[in-house]
Nanobody, 119 residues
C-alpha cells in the first residue's frame, strides 16, 4: 500500500515562515502530479499549489509570491515553503500525489497537518 506522510505543521506568527514536507512510502514506480491542498473550518478543500512530474507549477492566487512548491523524485517527496504567512492561511494542509504502483495509478492523500497563523 502507498502512504503519504506529512510533517512541518504548527503555530506561527503573522509574517513568519513554515516549511511542509510530504514523503511517499510504499512500492512506487513513479509519481505524476503532486500538490498541497488546504481546508479551513467551514470551507471546502482548496488547491494551494501543484507541481507536475516535469516541474511545472501553479498556485492559488492567494498564495502566489509567498509559497513555493518543490519536489524531489529520488526521495519521493514534495515540499511547500510558506513565507509571509497570514491569519487567513490557517487551515489543515493536505499532501496529494498521483502514484503509479502495483495498484495502477491512484490518487493518495496525506493525513493532514494543522497550520495556525496567529499572534
Amino acid at each position: 500500500q502507498v502512504q503519504l506522510v506529512e510533517s512541518g505543521g504548527g503555530l506561527v506568527h503573522p509574517g513568519g515562515s513554515l516549511r511542509l514536507s510530504c514523503a511517499a512510502h510504499g512500492i512506487i514506480f513513479s509519481i505524476d502530479d503532486m500538490a498541497w491542498y488546504r481546508q479551513a473550518p467551514g470551507n471546502e478543500r482548496e488547491l494551494v499549489a501543484r507541481i507536475t512530474s516535469g516541474g511545472s507549477t501553479n498556485y492559488a492566487d492567494s498564495v502566489k509570491g509567498r509559497f513555493t512548491i518543490s519536489r524531489d523524485d529520488a526521495l519521493k517527496t514534495v515540499s511547500l515553503q510558506m513565507n509571509t504567512l497570514k491569519p487567513e492561511d490557517t487551515a489543515v494542509y493536505y499532501c496529494y500525489a498521483e502514484v503509479r504502483s502495483y495498484y495502477g495509478i491512484r490518487a493518495y492523500w496525506g493525513q493532514g497537518t494543522q497550520i495556525t497563523v496567529s499572534s
